[in-house]
């Protein structure tokens, strides 16, 4: 799993130009399974436990969104230009708040494969005690709910999300991919 991500990772700057305006995508059509609607319980790992949720009904890939309450949060507010080169982008390291915190709104996509590990990718919007509004990429582990958590996850056939190696990126990205 993604877990226990380095704080600072870095990545070309120039990789859209040239391409700015030119329709680029890799996507693979599936269909819509099931919706899974729950609750994450007080102390359990946002994150974590929407991995758990979803393996408890067997799902592979799927989409989510949720929101709620954590006891305290870890996470990357956004990228900036590397300071050793300026023509890499880094990821800003990692804000800890301690709560009680909302999320208000959070969105990501998740794969349990057969063999390996979990991947989960996660974006939220969340308000500090002091009414800071913030946000950014969020990693499992460090994020125990407060009070309640909603989840809703809708499963998607016949796609697998698949990490990989992204050359022009030079960091491994979720893909998605025609089950096999």
């Not at 390291?93 to 057969?114: A, F, H, K, Y």
Request: hydrophobic fraction near 40%; glycine fraction near 12%.
């Amino acid at each position: 799993m993604n877990e226990n991500k380095p704080q600072v990772e870095s990545f070309p700057w120039h990789i859209w130009e040239g391409h700015e305006g030119k329709p680029r995508f890799n996507s693979v059509a599936g269909r819509p399974g099931r919706i899974i609607s729950g609750r994450l319980l007080p102390g359990c790992d946002m994150l974590l436990g929407v991995i758990g949720m979803a393996k408890s009904h067997q799902v592979k890939s799927a989409w989510f969104n949720s929101f709620g309450s954590l006891a305290k949060t870890d996470f990357s507010p956004g990228l900036r230009f590397a300071a050793a080169n300026p023509d890499k982008v880094e990821r800003l390291s990692n804000v800890n708040l301690t709560g009680p915190i909302e999320m208000w709104s959070g969105m990501g996509r998740l794969s349990i494969p057969d063999e390996g590990e979990p991947v989960i990718h996660f974006h939220g919007v969340l308000v500090t005690p002091d009414g800071q509004l913030c946000g950014g990429h969020f990693f499992p582990g460090g994020n125990p709910v407060y009070a309640t958590f909603e989840v809703h996850i809708q499963e998607i056939l016949n796609v697998d999300f698949k990490l990989e190696m992204d050359q022009a990126v030079e960091l491994p990205l979720i893909e998605p991919k025609p089950k096999a």
